[in-house]
């Protein structure tokens, strides 16, 4: 059984930084494509940021552009989203979202987290 689990979210003033990390275990045999994703209360689930199996690709949403960094450990099977310059706006869930494969004859299947929440506030 393939999981992802986040951590590192919680709450931090205007301005301050949070790093979010997301691990994969289980049956991990391959670890395409990782993205973050959030939604705040009432809202739908919005891209935030994605980065490709190698790490040479990055993509954002553009308001985060310049304040979030995505990367990757895969030798730790670990994706992190480092969040500078946090504005309340940033306030939602975050989940993790991975392309993984479990087996080698197995399909590529979406994987999601469990969130973990950040809030931005004074």
């Known amino acids: 059984q393939v999981q992802l689990v986040e951590s590192g979210g919680g709450l931090v003033q205007p301005g301050g930084s949070l790093r979010l990390s997301c691990a994969a275990s289980?049956?991990?045999?391959?670890?395409?494509?990782i993205a973050w994703y959030r939604q705040g209360a009432g809202k739908e689930r919005d891209f935030v940021a994605r980065i490709n199996w190698s790490g040479g690709s990055e993509y954002y949403l553009d308001s985060v552009k310049g304040r979030f960094t995505i990367s990757r450990d895969n030798a730790k099977n670990t994706a992190y989203l480092q969040m500078n310059s946090l504005k309340p706006e940033d306030t939602a869930v975050y989940y993790c979202?991975?392309?993984?494969?479990?087996?080698?004859?197995?399909?590529?299947?979406?994987?999601w987290g469990q969130g973990t929440q950040v809030t931005v506030s004074s």
């Open positions: 289980g049956r991990t045999f391959s670890i395409y494509d």
């Open positions: 979202n991975a392309q993984m494969k479990d087996s080698v004859n197995a399909p590529i299947k979406d994987y």
